[in-house]
């Protein structure tokens, strides 16, 4: 069974079912004007319009683009000026959460972490050694 919430872009109430974030009213807007921005985009000269342009021309907002891109309704591979922002720095990536070069510092951190973490360990098993005399026996 759903909840009841208010839609964010009409603040109507509606049933949430954890399917859409928007009323059915702006869900259907929200279609009508994919339809609009992918009527444009199928054109020859329009498939790598940048997302300026399409929001330019089709007076659609930038992050229904975005989300559209996010849920592959709108596919780079078809559309090579599509993306959409980086969640750590805002550049305009095509897959995931983050950028190329966002994704490979939090790479090379997490390699670093992990290296200090075994250099750690290996000290304390180091420390931990125990070694015997035999002073009392002589």
Do not use: H
Not at 32 to 40: I, K, P, Q, T
Not at 80 to 97: A, E, V
Not at 112 to 133: H, I, P, V
Request: hydrophobic fraction near 30%; charge should be positive; charged fraction near 35%.
């Amino acid at each position: 069974m759903g909840e009841l919430r208010n839609c964010p872009k009409c603040g109507g109430f509606f049933n949430y079912t954890g399917v859409r974030e928007v009323c059915p009213k702006c869900t259907q807007d929200e279609e009508n004007m994919y339809e609009v921005v992918y009527r444009f985009l199928r054109k020859r000269e329009n498939r790598a319009a940048t997302v300026e342009r399409i929001v330019e021309v089709t007076g659609v907002e930038e992050e229904l683009l975005y989300k559209w891109v996010r849920k592959n309704r709108l596919q780079p591979a078809l559309f090579p000026n599509l993306g959409y922002p980086c969640d750590q720095c805002g550049r305009i990536t095509t897959s995931g959460k983050l950028c190329n070069e966002c994704a490979d510092g939090l790479k090379k951190d997490l390699n670093k972490f992990n290296a200090a973490r075994e250099f750690r360990q290996a000290r304390e098993n180091q420390d931990k050694a125990t070694y015997l005399s035999d002073r009392n026996n002589k």
